[in-house]
């Protein structure tokens, strides 16, 4: 099983809506990211995980929320968020911190709408 | 800040053609690139990667050339086919940084 899992796929949110993208992988990496990505832009990294702990933090605004329950789940939690929030949120997944020296895994991408 | 570009945002090609995407960078201390394949709808997939002390790898159908002294990546696909169309990124990994900095993408389209 080489698969990293997104749900939903698809989810359409007002702004002061709580929601939650999950993301699964049992491939037994302990290194899981979220990235942002805008139409027709490259995917901007967010955050990363490392066995469980978050290492890495773009300066995204608190309004974004992760969470590492374990090793195979990675949550974003999103309490409230602007219009411009709305892109493709993507996962990865690789077996330790540095992806030199392993493959990164993505997933298909949750496509979030902020009405 | 540190980015990694690419020259060409569009590139047309012949069916059977060889292509060749180029790739800027500008952080002379990043040691690992990757080049990812991204069709409509999905997630960036893997194609293959480099590490700084190399100036060639070369996979099924594909090969990645380095030059560290111009920062200038490539990669070229032999014999393209339609199911090579997508946008492809190039990305580098600061040395144990544990973060991919995605370039701007190129998107290739394939002439029957």
């Known amino acids: 099983d080489t698969e990293v899992t997104q749900t939903p796929k698809h989810l359409v949110m007002g702004m002061t809506n709580k929601k939650s993208l999950k993301c699964e992988q049992h491939m037994g990496h302990r290194a899981m990211y979220w990235y942002k990505q805008k139409a027709k832009k490259p995917p901007e990294l967010m955050f990363v995980y490392s066995y469980e702990k978050l290492s890495i933090n773009e300066s995204v605004p608190s309004r974004f929320s992760p969470e590492c329950p374990n090793s195979s789940l990675l949550n974003l939690h999103l309490p409230a968020l602007q219009p411009e929030d709305s892109a493709l949120y993507l996962c990865a997944s690789s077996q330790e911190g540095s992806v030199m020296n392993t493959e990164a895994f993505f997933g298909q991408g949750t496509r979030l709408t902020v009405v | 800040g540190e980015s990694v570009g690419l020259h060409l945002p569009t590139l047309s090609v012949q069916e059977g053609d060889n292509s060749i995407i180029n790739c800027a960078y500008s952080?002379?201390?990043?040691?690992?690139f990757i080049w990812y394949k991204q069709e409509s709808g999905k997630g960036p997939q893997f194609i293959i990667d480099?590490?700084?002390?190399?100036d060639k790898r070369q996979g099924q159908r594909v090969t990645v050339l380095l030059n560290k002294t111009v920062k200038h990546l490539s990669l070229q696909i032999a014999a393209t086919q339609p199911g090579d169309s997508a946008v492809y990124f190039c990305a580098e990994e600061y040395s144990s940084a544990s973060k991919i900095i995605f370039g701007s993408g190129t998107r290739l389209s394939i002439r029957p």
């Open positions: 952080n002379s201390a990043s040691d690992y």
């Open positions: 480099i590490r700084s002390n190399m």
